[in-house]
């Protein structure tokens, strides 16, 4: 695996960019990222979630807008940017302005150290794993910035359960994600097991290593306990059903997003939905190999696993109801913590044994 | 008594374009029509295919709206199936129900606090004349009389079909960048600090804060008549058809 | 009538003796006898009617004669036995000029919504209530509305205005740290949850809710007031749907026509007896589909799966019902001695349509439990939550699905039979859980029910062969006697849906008065959801099932 730098380097059969080179390539691997990122998005929230949500309670969803309602896309784009900006009276207008870019940068960025397979990652540093989880855990950052700068009594219950339940799930997600990474050097022969591109890498043979075993090597299936964990910690972290309670549609009216409109709104909309895709992501990287698959390229396989991730967390959506804030903390303290550290020394058990 | 004279909104929906259909980009491009009328005619669509209406269920008539968004009949289908909670990222206003003298200034300040460009479709027989609850001492009489109303649905209730055709009727005429009517307005809703003085700031000088919204309610018919004749205001135009019902 | 009436004439000696001076006359109401008490000892009457088994006061209403105003209570006797089935009223006059009553809202709890309503509507006060304000209009407003002297053209004015934390003196005495911080949030009158428009004053302190308040009011559409401007026969049947308008109005029909049916001495004929009950069991079908969607709206926040199963089956009760009566929603089919048509031709073809439902109906209701009972989550929201004892329940006078929620059998169309129900074989349904979640299967339980007494109907109705007679011979005017009540009540699907209606012999009732189930049920609120959490808080008010044309009126 190699980044895009080196990618475009080997095709040009150059040893090193000059820095300025470098850097404009950089930004070109950036781009493109970014551009698939928000393409996907823009997909998958504002037409693909409603034909999905339509089709699990029975219904159409837009078919008169363009061809299968495609044409909302740009509909729904359009309006939502031309609608005029209402910044309400007494909000805390720097934090309030600043939190919905901030959102949508954050999480953004957040995709540089993806390893989208076929040469698509920005940067590979040696602890990729480290920064994509502390970018996880920067998408709080902006909420609570929404929360506390509204001004609005349900935009501050949203914000207080969002510290509560980021706080609550930090340990978790971090720890869960750890458990695999004694997997990658092992499998992986490695020095740097942090680096994103080793553990997409680690996944690749059979599974634990054994010949001719017809499963490949993904920690899901080397480490399902860490993998399930995983996937709950993260439905938490960014806040997605059933552990919505930031948003809590029925009881906070829209939560920390009470207050914003139009193009403020498009911005936190597009954070919230590119973090779904951001945890699908990480879960492809980490537990499910990556860009491994046959036939179709890389990269293409990278995304068809984070669209299931999306499918998966649309599903819950739409047939599992929201919990209560203290069963939520309760899960996260009195269970996944102990459990993910449990599983943490019994990796470093049984690997122990083995060695 | 009565105060008629017309409210803030009244007055800027009076112009040649609705300045719900105008924005910053057209006042820039002001000079050259062919970019602004085909700005406008894309503008138009965006707005007329994507609707974020606002989830407010006042009575009777929010359970056939609850029919119309769910199975049989989908709204969504229309693109305008997105119901937002808060007021802030909604555009349309469906406002199902009777309204009296206690909800209406929540209505008005919930109108209020959409941005715009905002439309309002009346469903059911209260909100054009206070329906079957007319004669009632505290029903206000229709919501016209306080709050502009694009499309009314005639109806009590009104058919899922039947709210579907106004909304597909509001469509239309926002493709086509029209108008909506000025409202006639009986029922001042106001911040106390606006009212003349002597009239109803007295009632609630010790109690209340300048900025509180108080409305005046009058019953009788003949009062509102005399002050519609006096204002000259431009009639309301007739509803449109519907289906069903 | 005989065991009844030894019962009236023992409790009636027993409070002579017991209170000397309390009883001034007994009056003959058409349900009851009515105890004319001394205004101001009116509370120890019914604390003596209390203990010897009337536990349920089911309303408080004020009338306006020419020379006094009355306050009028209406007391039932809850039992699951059906032969101990009772009621009693008591009357208390009230002076012309200043009136005046002693409050009973501390022997039933559930009295202090419905003598603040008294005040609000007819300006009746009640001596020693904790809380003498208006309920249903603002507190701004002049004059009392059902008052024949109230000038309806005078100008009002209302507001729009903040409200304080109601409880924050309670707290401000205790300077220290460890003074609880508290947070005052205004829940509606717009607000995803509460399904209508209700305003809760709720007072949180982190995340639990340590006061609410229900303000309501919002939907209040003077109905009792335009009733008593329109004639029995045919003017005042629209109204009725529009109360409960959640698709129940064939059940709000039923009460009106029962309460002036017995006054005005109108007979029905079985065959439109056997239709009436048909209807009113789709009505109540239909109603808790809603319920029970709603309530999964509330713990999901989002347009989810079973809401939308639930409207589907809600469709096909509508269109039943549309064949019935020609409208989807507000049915205004029933009519004084019967109802408007016949059912629609090609009848087979109809009843066919009812078969596929109910025949369809079992594999639905399980479907339904699996996705309710079946989903782990949900389970663990709804358990546990929004404990109602049974005997706080009877305080307040709550009754239906809460009531049966709480494992109390009270259902009217067992005690006190009305329409069909007598000759048709069903079960009432309870659950002792006292939570969310035993109000919700007590409604899927009676949708089983009342699937059962559909077929029944659907059965008796193709095999009749007897005059197919849809409405007696009603005279051109009803006019009851000049000075006759009565209070009848129905099962509604909020629950016990009652009438009083007091008869100045013309064309027009002299006052009706409608005892809303959803605003006794409202009323006990608070109980429900103080030291909840605020997400419970919401689950309670979905499971509660309120609709605030019932409550405001």
Redesign the interface.
């Known amino acids: 695996m190699v980044t895009f730098n080196d990618a475009v380097a080997e095709f040009f059969g150059v040893e090193e960019f000059s820095p300025l080179v470098e850097f404009a390539v950089a930004l070109v691997g950036a781009v493109i990222v970014g551009s698939i990122i928000l393409t996907i998005v823009g997909v998958s929230a504002v037409w693909f979630k ?1 034909k999905l ?2 089709r ?10 363009g061809p299968a ?1 495609l ?2 896309m ?7 940017l ?5 910044v309400p009276e007494g909000v805390d207008r720097a934090s309030y302005l600043l939190a919905p870019i901030l959102a949508a940068a954050a999480v953004i960025a957040a995709f540089a150290f993806i390893p989208f397979g076929s040469g698509l990652q920005v940067a590979d540093p040696e602890t990729g794993l480290i920064f994509a989880l502390a970018f996880a855990s920067l998408g709080a950052i902006p909420i609570v910035m929404a929360g506390y700068s509204s001004k609005n ?2 935009s ?2 949203g914000f207080e ?1 969002e510290v509560a339940q980021a706080i609550a799930y930090e340990i978790p997600l971090v720890v869960s994600a750890l458990a695999i990474v004694p997997l990658v050097a092992y499998f992986g022969d490695t020095d740097t097991p942090l680096r994103m591109s080793e553990i997409v890498a680690a996944q690749q043979g059979p599974l634990l290593g054994i010949e001719g075993l017809p499963v490949p090597n993904w920690f899901l299936f080397a480490q399902p306990i860490a993998a399930a964990l995983f996937f709950v910690a993260i439905l938490a972290e960014f806040s997605r ?2 552990f ?1 309670l930031p948003e ?4 906070l ?2 939560g920390y ?6 193009v403020n ?1 498009v911005l936190l909309f597009l954070a919230e939905f590119a973090a779904i895709f951001f945890g699908g992501a990480l879960f492809t990287a980490l537990f499910l190999g990556g860009g491994s698959g046959p036939f179709l390229p890389a990269a293409v396989w990278f995304l068809i696993k984070m669209f299931a991730f999306y499918v998966v967390v649309q599903w819950l ?11 939520l903390l309760s899960l996260g303290w009195k269970y996944m913590l102990e459990l993910t550290f449990l599983n943490l020394l019994l990796t470093a058990g049984v690997l122990w044994v083995v060695l | 008594m009565l105060d008629t004279s017309k409210t803030q909104i009244s007055e800027r929906r009076e112009g040649d374009v609705d300045p719900r259909m105008n924005s910053k980009l057209r006042e820039m491009f002001g000079s050259l029509p062919i970019v602004t009328t085909s700005l406008d005619k894309v503008m138009n669509w965006a707005r007329a295919s994507s609707m974020f209406p606002f989830q407010f269920g006042i009575a009777c008539c929010s359970i056939e709206m609850m029919h119309t968004v769910a199975i049989k009949h989908d709204m969504d289908r229309f693109g305008a199936g997105v119901f937002r909670n808060s007021p802030r990222q909604a555009d349309l206003m469906i406002v199902p129900g009777t309204i009296n003298a206690k909800l209406a200034p929540r209505v008005k300040r919930l109108y209020d606090q959409i941005p715009e460009p905002k439309f309002v479709v009346s469903m059911g027989s209260c909100t054009i004349s206070g329906g079957p609850f007319q004669e009632g001492y505290c029903v206000v009489k229709g919501l016209e009389t306080f709050a502009p109303v694009d499309i009314h649905v005639p109806g009590c209730p009104p058919r899922p079909e039947a709210l579907l055709y106004g909304v597909m009727k509001m469509q239309e005429k926002i493709k086509r960048g029209e108008s909506s009517p000025v409202t006639v307005k009986p029922y001042e809703i106001r911040e106390l600090q606006d009212w003349d003085r002597d009239e109803v700031a007295d009632f609630f000088e010790d109690e209340l804060e300048p900025d509180t919204l108080v409305m005046n309610y009058t019953h009788s018919p003949e009062l509102r008549e005399v002050s519609e004749v006096e204002e000259g205001v431009n009639p309301t135009t007739p509803a449109e058809p519907t289906e069903g019902d | 009538m005989s065991v009844v009436t030894r019962r009236h004439e023992e409790i009636q000696e027993k409070i002579e003796n017991e209170l000397p001076d309390a009883i001034l006359d007994i009056e003959e109401h058409q349900n009851a006898p009515a105890i004319v008490a001394n205004p101001s000892r009116v509370d120890d009457v019914v604390r003596v009617l209390k203990e010897n088994g009337y536990n349920h006061l089911s309303s408080v209403s004020a009338v306006e004669y020419e020379n006094r105003y009355e306050s009028v209570y209406h007391l039932r006797r809850i039992t699951d036995d059906r032969e101990d089935f009772d009621e009693i009223n008591v009357v208390a006059h009230a002076d012309r000029d200043e009136p005046a009553v002693q409050t009973v809202s501390n022997v039933f709890k559930g009295a202090n919504w419905h003598e603040r309503e008294a005040y609000d509507l007819m300006g009746v006060r009640y001596d020693d209530h904790p809380d003498m304000r208006r309920i249903l209009l603002p507190e701004t407003w002049n004059g009392h509305p059902l008052r024949e002297e109230y000038d309806v053209d005078q100008p009002q004015y209302t507001t729009l205005e903040a409200h304080a934390n109601p409880i924050e003196e309670r707290y401000e005495v205790d300077e220290d740290e460890s003074a609880l911080d508290t947070m005052f949030i205004n829940i509606g009158p717009h607000h995803p949850a509460t399904h209508g428009v209700l305003h809760l004053k709720t007072v949180l302190d982190g995340e639990v809710v340590v006061d609410v308040e229900p303000d309501i009011g919002y939907l209040h559409r003077c109905e009792e007031y335009l009733c008593e401007r329109l004639n029995y026969k045919y003017q005042i049947m629209p109204y009725p749907d529009r109360w409960d308008y959640i698709s129940a109005g064939m059940i709000n029909e039923m009460s009106y026509a029962r309460c002036i049916e017995e006054l005005a001495d109108i007979d029905v004929p079985e065959y439109a007896q056997v239709i009436r009950t048909l209807a009113q069991e789709l009505s109540r079908i239909a109603s808790h589909m809603l319920a029970v969607g709603t309530f999964a709206l509330d713990l999901y926040g989002e347009l989810n799966v079973i809401f939308m199963y639930a409207f589907k089956d809600r469709e096909i009760v509508q269109e039943i019902l549309e064949d019935l009566s020609g409208q989807r929603l507000m049915f205004n089919y029933l009519r004084l001695g019967g109802v408007s048509y016949d059912l629609p031709e090609p009848r087979e073809e109809w009843f066919e349509k009812i078969r596929d439902f109910t025949e369809e109906l079992p594999e639905k209701m399980k479907e339904y439990r699996t996705l309710l009972e079946g989903n782990e989550l949900l389970m663990k929201r709804a358990e546990g939550t929004g404990i109602l004892e049974p005997e706080v329940a009877k305080e307040y006078g709550c009754t239906g699905p809460i009531l049966r929620g709480s494992g109390v059998g009270y259902d009217v169309r067992e005690v006190d039979p009305y329409s069909y129900y007598d000759e048709l074989d069903w079960d009432v349904v309870t659950k002792d859980g006292c939570d969310n979640l035993s109000r919700v299967q007590v409604r899927l339980g009676e949708v089983e029910q009342s699937a059962r007494i559909v077929e029944q109907c659907v059965d008796i109705l193709e095999d009749w062969d007897g005059e197919q007679e849809i409405q007696s011979r009603v005279p051109r005017s009803v006019s009851p006697p000049a000075g006759t009540e009565n209070y009848t009540a129905v099962e509604g699907a909020k629950g016990e849906l009652g009438i009083h209606i007091v008869s100045d012999g013309t064309e027009q009732p002299h006052r009706l008065k409608i005892r809303s189930p959803c605003f006794s049920n409202l009323s006990a609120f608070s109980e429900l959801a103080e030291g909840e959490y605020l997400a419970d808080m919401i689950a309670t008010l979905g499971s509660l099932d309120l609709v605030f044309g019932e409550v405001d009126r």
Request: charged share 30%.
């Open positions: 409603r949500n339509a699990l309670g029975d219904r159409i969803a837009v078919n008169r807008v309602g044409f909302i740009p509909a729904d784009a359009l309006k939502l031309s609608k005029e900006v209402v009594k349900y501050f219950l359960r059903n059933p919505d809590a549609g029925s009881e009216v829209a997003l009470t207050e914003y409109g139009g709104f959506r739409a047939t599992v109801p929201r919990v209560r804030i203290d069963q």
